[in-house]
């Protein structure tokens, strides 16, 4: 059904209803002249066919003769403006499945009317494009989203995520809600209980408040996992989470037990192998070799496929340098302790401004350069067509 049929049967029924004054818009006998430059921004609700309201704002009328403003309004073209409200404000709110079309006057002290503002027409042929996919990481408590920008970039506002429950007999997402809003192509949805599959959905907002179709929705589950840590730049509100310890032989009987492999932990601590730094001119993360043992080189002038493409440490080649944090490329570090070497690899997966993204492996037999990645589950989050 199109967006003009439907908000024409609903006006109807609203105004069938009293919704709006039996008032119409006066002849322009009062003493003011027309509001200027009448606008107009949408609430998003999360059904591109359903904005939640309407927000009007008009240039103030400058005169001491000014009492209130009347907004009109009208169902479609060929209706009559019926008053909507009355304020004392330059803006106005209508909650609900916005009107057609608008417009306002100004009133004096004497009841006296202006002749109407410029009108404005809720047009649904601008609505803005969706973004054409979304897409996730699957990570311990936390599922990363990524998506292409809307094909409509150039009215581009914000996006708003979505979430849902996941009916798995019923292959439905159910009870969804607004998870957060952002200007990146980017999400991070976080705090969430391991094993349970969630739905996500993202939509585009312009400039007026269009809302967008959503993209494809996605299904994740955060789950434990070696793999897709998270690990953020050092500087900001996650400090405690800005570093990286491939093993921390803890009972020291040489072997990788639980709590004691990848660990993420503060970015100030002196033992940890690497921390994220961020370049304060633009923005990029860089890799910082930290423990006095600790050194790293990039794997290959290119990007990898998988972790498992890391095969084998190489024998030399290590430094103290910091490296550049890019997706897809893989990283090998060599890691002394005492008299005791070992190697580790990482392979970027992500980088955002902000945190970073990656798989990775540690070798325990001492001086073995065989890297072989964790065993564990694969990625777990998917497209899926379900009912919102």
């Known amino acids: 059904m199109r967006l003009s049929l439907r ?11 009293g919704a709006c004054q039996n008032n119409t818009v006066s002849n322009g006998t009062g003493t003011l002249p027309p509001p200027q430059n009448l ?19 008009w240039d103030v009328v400058q005169s001491s003769d000014l009492a209130s403003y009347r907004v009109y309004s009208r169902g479609s073209t060929s209706g009559s403006f019926l008053l909507r409200g009355e304020t004392t ?17 100004a009133v004096d002290v004497g009841g006296g009317e202006s002749n109407p503002s410029n009108g404005v027409t809720v047009n649904e042929y601008l609505q803005i494009g969706a973004p054409p996919s979304l897409t996730g990481i699957t990570l311990d408590s936390a599922i990363h989203l990524d998506w292409p920008d809307t094909p409509d970039f150039g009215r581009f506002k914000w996006y708003r995520v979505y979430s849902s429950d996941y009916n798995l007999g019923q292959n439905l997402c159910v009870n969804w809600a607004l998870e957060g809003t952002t200007v990146s192509r980017e999400f991070l949805a976080a705090q ?10 993202v939509s585009a907002i312009d ?39 491939f093993w921390d032989d803890l009972n020291g009987n040489g072997y990788g037990d639980a709590g004691e492999l990848g660990l993420v932990q503060s970015g100030t601590r002196s033992d940890i192998d690497f921390v994220i730094h961020v370049n304060a001119v633009d923005s990029s993360l860089w890799i910082v070799p930290v423990f006095t043992g600790t050194s790293a080189q990039l794997y290959s002038a290119n990007p990898i496929a998988d972790l498992t493409s890391i095969d084998l440490a190489p024998a030399s080649g290590y430094g103290r340098d910091s490296l550049l944090a890019r997706p897809g490329f893989g ?50 989050g998917r497209q899926v067509t379900v009912s919102r």
């Open 331 to 380: 990283y090998v570090f060599e890691l002394v302790d005492g008299s005791v070497l070992r190697y580790g690899a990482l392979r970027m997966t992500h980088v955002s401004r902000q945190y970073v993204i990656f798989d990775w492996s540690v070798q325990t037999d001492p001086g073995n350069p065989d890297l072989a990645p964790p065993k564990g589950p694969g990625l777990t």
């Open 39 to 57: 606008s107009y921004e949408l609430d998003p609700s999360g059904d591109p066919n359903q904005p939640a309201g309407i927000r009007l704002a």
């Open 7 to 17: 908000r024409l049967l609903l006006v109807v029924a609203g105004l069938t209803a």
């Open 192 to 201: 969430l209980p391991n094993g349970v599959t969630r739905c996500f959905g």
């Open 207 to 245: 400039t007026l408040g269009y809302e967008s179709l959503w993209a494809p929705v996605w299904l994740d589950t955060p789950r434990p996992d070696a793999r897709n840590v998270l690990v953020w730049a050092l500087g900001g509100t996650h400090d405690a989470q800005s570093g990286f310890r």
């Open 89 to 105: 404000s330059n803006t106005f709110h209508d909650n609900g499945v916005p009107h057609l079309q608008y417009h306002v006057t």
